[in-house]
């Protein structure tokens, strides 16, 4: 099936500036799609997920309400970082919205379009994406004040 997938992939690169397969592949799974008519929808419903996740993610962080782990992690990180990390949540937000006009246009060149401009965007965002994961990450190596952490229950 892979090879079906990227033997579809390659007659819609001719038909519009798409990104190489493997380059596709390698950062968001596209190898793995079940077979479709709709092979650029697929992708985009693929890659809007990513965006859903790591949105959420940090959504929780710049906004935690009461979830224990995004209370604990916000706390690591000051209102600069805060700051960049809510410019590269919108940013996710721009091209999560843009995935859903896109897949409700229905039309193949803006959906080529969206696919290529998010590819080429990605690895800048992933980049960002990991310098806050990694902080969020390293909060957990340090003491954590229970008491500041568990402090709503009361």
């Known amino acids: 099936m892979p090879k079906e997938i990227e033997k579809q992939y390659g007659e819609l690169r001719k038909r519009h500036k798409l990104p190489e397969f493997k380059d596709m592949d390698n950062e968001f799974e596209i190898s793995d799609l079940e077979e479709t008519s709709f092979l650029l929808r697929a992708i985009i419903r693929r890659i809007a997920e990513r965006l859903d996740f790591y949105s ?12 224990l782990y995004a209370m604990h992690e916000t706390r690591y990180f000051d209102d600069d970082e805060k700051k960049h990390m809510y410019d590269l949540y919108t940013r996710l937000m721009n ?8 897949s409700l246009s229905r039309n193949e060149g803006e959906e080529a379009d969206f696919v290529s401009s998010m590819f080429n965007e990605w690895k800048n965002l992933r980049q960002d994406l990991l310098k806050y994961i990694k902080k969020m990450r390293a909060s ?6 229970i008491k500041e952490d568990l402090g709503y229950l009361g």
Not at 95 to 102: D, K, L, P, T, Y
Not at 140 to 145: F, G, L, R, S
């Open 56 to 67: 959420t993610m940090l959504e929780e962080v710049l906004q935690p309400d009461t979830n």
């Open 95 to 102: 091209f999560n919205r843009q995935s859903i006009e896109v």
């Open 140 to 145: 957990w190596k340090a003491e954590a004040d």
